[in-house]
């Protein structure tokens, strides 16, 4: 599914409101994030963005199933987080389990 970005946030929230257990996320990661043409329409663009980094930040979620890899039709292959040597076609696939209880409550008695 694709995303305006003006309503990606949007889309996460009602993502995680319905969600019973369970979010899979896979998308393109490059290390460093870029943008490109959308080759489709003019005009619009195809943000290549760590997606998951938006679930792991609400403090709800925690990663079950991470895996990095390369969109290549011809060939499937794994690559570690690091390896940037795929940077166009570098897809993360990520797997959260709702946690309510994720973050430790805390006071301000016992921050101070």
Known sequence: MYVDRNYILQAVGEAIRVAKEYILVSGFTPVQPFRTNYKYKSGL???HIDHSRILESTGIFELVYD?????????????????????????RTSIF??????LPIKSQEVIA
């Open 45 to 47: 663009f195809t943000y």
């Open 67 to 91: 895996e990095y890899g390369v969109d290549d039709t011809k060939h499937c292959i794994s690559v570690s987080v690091e390896d940037d040597r795929h940077e166009w076609n570098r897809v």
């Open 97 to 102: 389990r709702k946690n309510q209880d994720l």
